[in-house]
């Protein structure tokens, strides 16, 4: 059986997904699954989508319209801001296509008024607490190195 080649950090993409191995150490990181969003020459954007919090985006936006989508930590990096992925993106002027059928951002009045009306539900959009960013700087040229501890996942919806 040949074996496949270890990726390399030109593998990843936006609508990676890289799945940290189970004994990971590293707190910030550890059990977590990251989505890349964007990846260019000034390097790496993505959140970790498993690590829900116990509060509401309307504690983080409180003239923001009641719901109850979840709201979840991104990532160690960047803190004190909130981004969102959803599935509305022919909705929401501005939004980054990551892979077919996800969206990250937009514009975030227009989310305000759509969830407000009942046009976009719950279910249609994840806020994200904080963000990993810079990865090119700190992690993605260790990529290698640290090859044994994240596992590159690339959904076949995404490599179209």
Known sequence: MQQKPIPSENDIKAGSILVAEPFMLDPNFKRS????????????????????????????????????????IGGPVAVDSLHFLHNVGDLLDNSQEVCPGVFWGGDFE?????????????????????????????????????????????PIICLE
């Not at 020459?41 to 409180?62: A, D, R």
């Not at 040229?141 to 501890?149: S, V």
Request: charged share 25%; hydrophobic share 45%; with cysteine.
């Open 110 to 154: 227009k989310l305000r008024f759509l969830m407000e009306n009942g046009v976009i539900k719950d279910n249609n959009v994840r806020f994200l607490s904080d963000i990993v960013v810079g990865l090119q700087d700190n992690w993605m040229k260790n990529f290698k190195k640290l090859h044994g501890l994240w596992i590159l996942w690339m």
């Open 33 to 72: 699954v990251v989505l890349i969003c964007e990846k260019n020459k000034e390097g790496t954007t993505g959140f970790i989508l498993n690590h829900p919090l116990e509060i509401s985006v309307n504690e983080l936006v409180p003239d923001f319209p009641k719901s109850k989508a979840s709201v979840h």
